[in-house]
């Protein structure tokens, strides 16, 4: 039974358009995270939310925009994207705000922009 | 700037042999530390942690050595598999952080 539950698990998008990416957990965490793998950076952070509330950013981009409406919700929103968009993105989570226990991930969400 | 650097890249061993693999770090701050393992089209899953207060950590086949002076870990995996063929991710945090840095891994191939 997945904890951590990605939506959708493939996603083909042309560029210029728009995609949500979907994540809930399970497993009762008070944090989680987004982080994006690709061929060229693998497992780069991009956002942490603790209680709902952003704790860091580390994405230079304003088109990658997080949206938390529960607790245990973290979507992402891409706007504008493009093809170096194509990625892996891992939703993850930790009991620990602090990022100091274990972090579970997802299975994740491949997009390719074309 | 890659906070927590890992070599090498890639490594093969054979089946039985002991696989070495290297981390470092430049933030004093980090006080956690644990490596990651991923097998081909699956997620990240926690292998091993090691926190400062210790210079070694072990579980089963698989030891973490830490020496906190020269900022270096390494991941000793002694008698490898086949299943242990994967990509191993070292991370690190710092006490007050918000996320876990990570490496760039290490893709480890194991031949029977």
């Known amino acids: 039974d997945p904890k951590i539950i990605q939506k959708p698990k493939y996603l083909v998008a042309v560029t210029g358009s728009e995609k949500i990416l979907i994540c809930e957990q399970y497993l009762g965490h008070n944090a989680m995270y987004w982080y994006r793998q690709s061929a060229k950076k693998p497992l780069e952070f991009m956002f942490s939310y603790s209680y709902q509330k952003l704790m860091d950013n580390q994405t230079a981009s304003s088109r990658f925009q997080p949206q938390s409406s529960k607790k245990n919700h973290l979507d992402l929103q891409i706007t504008a994207l493009k093809p170096d968009d194509s990625a892996t993105y891992f939703c993850?989570?930790?009991?620990?705000?602090?990022?100091?226990?274990?972090?579970?991930f997802g299975k994740g969400t491949r997009l390719t922009v074309v | 700037q890659q906070q927590v650097r890992q070599s090498p890249q890639s490594l093969t061993v054979w089946e039985g042999e002991t696989a070495i693999l290297n981390c470092s770090y430049e933030d004093s701050t980090f006080d956690y530390f644990p490596w990651y393992w991923q097998f081909p089209r699956e997620s990240p899953a926690l292998l091993i942690a090691?926190?400062?207060?210790?210079n070694k950590k072990e579980d089963g086949r698989f030891t973490i050595f830490f020496n906190k002076r020269e900022k270096k870990l390494s991941l000793h995996i002694t008698d490898s598999q086949p299943g242990d063929s994967a990509t191993y991710f070292c991370?690190?945090?710092?006490?007050?952080?918000?996320?876990?840095?990570f490496g760039t891994g290490t893709k480890l191939q194991v031949v029977p």
């Open positions: 090691i926190r400062p207060v210790s």
């Open positions: 991370a690190a945090s710092p006490n007050s952080g918000t996320y876990q840095r």
């Open positions: 993850a989570s930790s009991q620990d705000p602090n990022a100091n226990t274990e972090v579970f």
